[in-house]
């Protein structure tokens, strides 16, 4: 069961934007964030929580899309997030945070998939242009910002080829293929 949530669970970067997602769900995804491990149980994470058009519209273009697929700006209108999760980092916490937030994103992002929806981590993050339409105050680090909604693209999970290349791509249908290095080449000993 485990395993078949985490196969279902891809990066989906096209959505479909009309379906809404409730403020009550995104809390839902983030008290199992709050209820994961954390490094010395610090719990310096905080969340901004985003299903409002108009604060989506904010977020939207200080996030930098899929780097690999350099001929494409992101989802078109129509096929945008409907909803952010903005992970930061309580300066006045800790600064060691690294850890809690990717077990986080993982948290919610299993969550959001065991509710039929899709999200992509993203770490490639106009961080400043962000802080200033969203008011972030500085003693909080934007970490990562999870882009949420009903998934509108097909995800596959292909083998890595011989020459190693994990790069993934798009087919011509809009498929996107995501290679996987193969479970013997992980294991060394």
């Not at 292909?158 to 013997?184: A, I, N, Q």
Request: glycine share 10%; proline share 5%; hydrophobic share 40%.
């Amino acid at each position: 069961m485990l395993r078949d949530l985490i196969l279902k669970n891809r990066s989906y970067r096209r959505f479909h934007e009309e379906v809404d997602i409730k403020l009550a769900t995104l809390r839902e995804l983030v008290d199992l964030a709050r209820l994961s491990a954390s490094a010395k149980n610090w719990q310096p994470l905080k969340y901004i929580l985003s299903c409002d058009r108009g604060k989506n519209a904010l977020v939207f273009p200080n996030l930098v899309w899929a780097r690999f697929l350099t001929n494409w700006p992101g989802p078109s209108e129509g096929e945008r997030p409907s909803g952010y999760i903005i992970i930061l980092g309580d300066t006045e916490v800790s600064r060691f945070w690294d850890y809690d937030a990717g077990i986080a994103a993982q948290s919610i992002l299993l969550g959001a998939t065991e509710k039929g929806l899709g999200g992509c981590m993203i770490a490639n993050v106009d961080r400043e242009g962000l802080r200033g339409a969203l008011e972030i105050p500085r003693r909080y680090e934007i970490l990562l910002v999870l882009a949420l909604g009903k998934p509108k693209e097909k995800v596959v999970i292909e083998t890595v080829g011989p020459g190693g290349d994990t790069k993934y791509w798009r087919d011509s249908r809009g498929v996107h293929h995501v290679p996987k290095r193969s479970l013997d080449d992980i294991i060394i000993g």
